[in-house]
């Protein structure tokens, strides 16, 4: 995480519910051809995801993102708006993929 938002996020900084969110991608979980270090920056972000909501658990952060495929549909701009509001939800990468990645 970015060594100055961190410090914000835990401090509250005039935040009422701190929140960090990533855009990651269906590379995260399924390898791509000719595209190695593409997919290697994408599970970064899902290993941020996972291991950031961990270690901000305590300052009551929540930090999830999601994995669009490669099908653009309004549902993205919605899921921005529900997931970055979410309270109950840490740690998660939702796949916006139609099964791709599971076949």
Known sequence: MSGRA??????????????F????????RKPLVDVTVYC???YG???LT?????A?????????GYAPGVV???LWEQLDK?????????GQMIHIDGGWVIQ
């Not at 961190?6 to 929140?19: E, V």
């Not at 855009?23 to 995260?28: E, K, R, Y």
């Not at 901000?56 to 999830?64: C, V, Y």
């Not at 997931?83 to 109950?88: A, E, I, P, T």
């Open 6 to 19: 961190l410090p914000i996020l835990i401090t509250g900084a005039g935040l009422n519910k701190p929140r």
């Open 21 to 28: 969110f990533c855009v990651g991608s269906v590379a995260s």
């Open 40 to 42: 290697t920056s994408k």
């Open 45 to 47: 972000c899902l290993a």
């Open 50 to 54: 996972h291991c950031g909501a961990v």
């Open 56 to 64: 901000l658990a305590e300052h009551n952060i929540t930090i999830n």
């Open 72 to 74: 653009k549909t309004p």
């Open 82 to 90: 529900d997931l970055v509001d979410s309270d109950y939800m840490t």
